[in-house]
């Protein structure tokens, strides 16, 4: 098994633009999250899915959308870039006992710098 | 503000010493998690612990849970210079949304 994945590793953004945060499991994981990590801080979760079809918002959703068409892929896009939005983004998926998600796998995550 | 607190932000100790690390939370949990993140990777998990448990162990790592006080410990026991990292607490919020504390600093000195 793969895990997560996640592409780009890194990537370099004009404020503005637009771009979206690939990520993939193959563990057939209900529950998938995104991250994101400022320099010494914790996460902060910005979207979530508790399955295809049904996403929602985290502690910090605004600039960033998310949809969840498949089990295996849970895309965040990046509307228009702002530098605040310059993270380490981590994606993360786990198996879930009714709505409660147990331990989380994570992606290797995307540093992404946004000038 | 964060549902999960870990306590303190740093530590430093040398191999061989016990680290305990706390952790602090505002609202009932179905379960606490903690996990570990080597500098500059994505987080691993530890362990997990139920909200009907009250200690649970995983080699050289304990974890306890108080309920009644919203809190919970993270006990490496003789620490190696490999255990150097920061260290997590995870707790369910609001419906299913995950979130994590600020982690603690756990720096151990050959």
């Known amino acids: 098994n793969a895990g997560v994945t996640q592409t780009p590793k890194f990537q370099v953004l004009k404020t503005g633009q637009s771009m979206t945060l690939q990520c993939a499991q193959d563990?057939?994981?209900?529950?998938m999250s995104w991250y994101r990590q400022d320099p010494g801080m914790g996460l902060r979760l910005i979207h979530y899915?508790?399955?295809?079809?049904?996403?929602d918002q985290g502690e910090v959703p605004n600039g960033y959308n998310v949809s969840r068409s498949t089990t295996e892929d849970f895309p965040l896009r990046l509307l228009s870039a702002a530098p605040s939005q310059t993270s380490v983004y981590f994606c993360?998926?786990?198996?879930?006992?009714?709505?409660?998600?147990?331990?989380?796998?994570f992606g290797p995550g995307t540093r992404l710098t946004v000038t | 503000s964060q549902q999960g607190e870990e306590d303190p932000q740093a530590l430093s100790i040398q191999e061989g010493e016990n680290a305990t690390m706390n952790c602090s939370y505002k609202?009932?949990?179905?379960?606490l998690q903690w996990y570990r993140q080597n500098s500059g990777r994505g987080l691993v998990h530890l362990i997990l612990?139920?909200?009907?448990?009250r200690e649970k162990h995983s080699g050289r790592l304990r974890v306890t849970l108080d309920t009644s006080k919203k809190s919970s410990s993270l006990l490496i026991t003789a620490s190696r210079a490999a255990d150097t990292a920061s260290y997590f607490c995870?707790?369910?919020?609001?419906?299913?949304?995950?979130?994590f504390g600020e982690g603690t600093q756990l720096t151990v000195n050959p």
């Open positions: 993360a998926s786990s198996y879930s006992i009714g709505p409660y998600p147990y331990e989380q796998y």
């Open positions: 563990m057939n994981h209900e529950y």
């Open positions: 899915s508790v399955g295809a079809g049904i996403t």
């Open positions: 609202t009932s949990i179905n379960n």
């Open positions: 612990i139920r909200s009907n448990e």
């Open positions: 995870a707790t369910l919020t609001s419906g299913s949304r995950l979130t």
